[in-house]
């Protein structure tokens, strides 16, 4: 019978339930946050937890350069793509009203 590594609590996450994994445990199967652990249960051991490939997060592509924004709004419109309303739009305060 394998040894106790760490005792937990069952605890509420939303509708479901989860456990916190020690730093140990974290650090034995070599995971990070984020990222995807599969979980097995079968008649060898009550519960396996496997860690998947790492996969890079592919960050949103921000072009800060000015002279490509009008293509690139062009573009998007020729996609069916909206602009997005503004939000504020209708919406005022004093300092508006002075002017």
Known sequence: MPHIIMRTTLR????????????EIIDKLNIVDGQEI???????????L???????????YLNLDLSAWEAQFKSAIKKGEKP??????????????SW
């Open 12 to 23: 509420k996450v939303g509708n479901s339930r989860g456990v916190l994994l020690t730093k």
């Open 38 to 48: 599969e979980v097995y249960l079968n008649d060898e051991s009550p519960i396996v």
């Open 50 to 60: 496997k860690p998947t490939q790492l996969r890079k997060k592919k960050r949103p």
């Open 84 to 97: 997005e309303k503004d939000v504020f739009e209708g919406m005022g305060n004093k300092f508006d009203k």
